[in-house]
């Protein structure tokens, strides 16, 4: 039994009701981890310090759960920034890009595309994220996909088979036939490696018929439903993840009012993902409107080298206070609690007893620098387990 106390904390943020208001916030406070879990949260005079085979004093910092980053896609080849720079002289974002890095990452070896995210990962654990999803996709044929998800699996156990991305160059022209190799050939070797299955339900990329036939086709086979729509154009891509019980429909860029009332009637969670707007110079989506219709939101930083390429949480969440409408409490929230609901995780995203012990200690004396000092690096230290 190894049991480590973290002592010292100016303002800690565990979502315990058994602590004061909706964040649970235990000011001058201490957390003792057995094994890799929280065991005692409370006041640091009252922490349990015989027990603790090591004392980790922060010295005033606020401290708080790890993010849980419930949508990137960590596992690709190339660069993109020429597509960046074009947009933002006025190109607009229609997802095309996607298949150039298809064609670098199918060129790219299993070394470098290992190195690459090795990369990745470390900004993430650098910036406070402690649980993190990773979906295919950029591999779209049987091998490649399966390969991008044994890669994935290397670093994460929450991995999204998304063969059904784009339609790739080579079957442009047979849509139909793709989609029958996603739900066959694709989907027999891809399943053993992934917890969740993805579909881009959007114009240009698979229609709701389509996505219907991939998604339940990957819940008959164990898998956990979760959807990117309405980050083009409004579309059904929502309805269609409610009534499959989706844990997550991410992006919502474009939600109708029946999408919204579809939502707050469902468990399925919104992940929004203004990494996403901030790149490709699309509306924000109102974070407000959705909570206050009762509607369960996390934040993500869709990672990817096209349409948001940042690994940072802390930018998520200036972006959903200062663009979404958040509170810096509501950012927060859906920056940890809310992407565990995403991912359907009752063991991450809190720090109530028996909770994974995973924190980021902030260079700041509260959470609230997160949105209050943009852009700055305020993850001092990160703890997972
Ligand atoms: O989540 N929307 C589709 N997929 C990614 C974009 C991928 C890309 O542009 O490479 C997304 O935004
Ligand atoms: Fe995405």
């Known amino acids: 039994?190894?049991?480590?106390?973290?002592?010292?904390?100016?303002?800690?943020?565990?979502?315990?009701?058994?602590?004061?208001?909706?964040?649970?916030?235990?000011?001058?406070?201490?957390?003792?981890?057995?094994?890799?879990?929280?065991?005692?949260?409370g006041p640091a005079a009252s922490a349990p310090r015989s027990d603790?085979?090591?004392?980790i004093d922060v010295d005033g910092a606020a401290v708080i759960p790890g993010f849980v980053d419930s949508h990137t896609h960590l596992v690709f080849a190339g660069d993109r920034s020429a597509e960046f720079e074009a947009r933002m002289s006025g190109q607009p974002y229609a997802a095309g890009g996607i298949r150039s890095t298809v064609a670098a990452t199918r060129a790219a070896t299993d070394g470098e595309l290992r190195a690459r995210l090795a990369g990745l990962v470390a900004e993430l654990h650098a910036q406070g994220t402690t649980t993190f999803e990773i979906k295919s996709g950029y591999g779209l044929t049987v091998a490649d996909e399966?390969?991008?998800?044994?890669?994935?699996?290397?670093?994460?156990?929450?991995t999204t088979f998304l063969g059904a991305h784009v339609v790739p160059a080579e079957f442009a022209d047979?849509?139909?036939?793709?989609?029958?190799?996603?739900?066959?050939?694709?989907?027999?070797?891809?399943?053993?490696?992934?917890r969740w299955i993805d579909v881009f339900c959007e114009t240009g990329a698979f229609t709701v018929e389509q996505a219907r036939?991939?998604?339940?086709?990957?819940?008959?086979?164990?898998?956990?439903?979760?959807?990117?729509?309405?980050?083009?154009?409004?579309?059904?891509?929502?309805?269609?993840?409610?009534?499959?019980?989706?844990?997550?429909?991410?992006?919502?860029?474009?939600?109708?009012?029946?999408?919204?009332e579809g939502l707050a009637a469902s468990k399925t969670v919104a992940t929004l993902v203004p990494g996403v707007e901030f790149s490709t110079r699309h509306?924000?989506?109102?974070?407000?409107?959705?909570?206050?219709?009762?509607?369960?939101?996390?934040?993500?930083?869709?990672?990817?080298?096209?349409?948001?390429?940042?690994?940072?949480?802390?930018?998520?969440?200036?972006?959903?206070?200062?663009?979404?409408?958040?509170?810096?409490?509501e950012a927060l929230q859906a920056a940890t609690l809310g992407g565990a609901a995403a991912l359907r995780r009752d063991d991450v995203g809190h720090l109530r007893v028996g909770a994974r012990a995973d924190l980021a200690v902030l260079r700041a004396p509260s959470y609230v620098h997160l949105a209050y000092r943009p852009g700055v690096p305020l993850v001092a230290r990160t703890l997972r387990a």
């Open 1 to 41: 039994m190894t049991a480590t106390l973290v002592t010292g904390i100016g303002e800690l943020v565990t979502f315990d009701p058994a602590h004061p208001g909706p964040l649970g916030v235990v000011s001058d406070a201490a957390v003792l981890t057995v094994d890799g879990r929280i065991a005692w949260t």
């Open 52 to 55: 603790a085979d090591e004392v």
């Open 146 to 158: 399966e390969r991008l998800l044994r890669l994935a699996r290397e670093v994460t156990d929450e």
């Open 174 to 194: 047979e849509p139909e036939a793709y989609t029958d190799l996603v739900v066959g050939p694709m989907l027999d070797a891809c399943a053993p490696h992934a």
């Open 213 to 260: 036939r991939i998604l339940t086709a990957g819940a008959r086979r164990g898998l956990g439903v979760r959807m990117h729509a309405a980050q083009l154009g409004p579309g059904d891509g929502v309805a269609l993840a409610v009534e499959l019980d989706a844990a997550s429909v991410d992006h919502g860029t474009y939600l109708t009012d029946d999408d919204v």
């Open 283 to 329: 509306p924000y989506p109102s974070g407000r409107r959705l909570l206050d219709a009762g509607v369960t939101i996390a934040l993500a930083s869709d990672c990817n080298p096209g349409s948001s390429f940042t690994s940072s949480m802390p930018f998520c969440i200036a972006l959903g206070v200062r663009e979404l409408g958040l509170t810096p409490a």
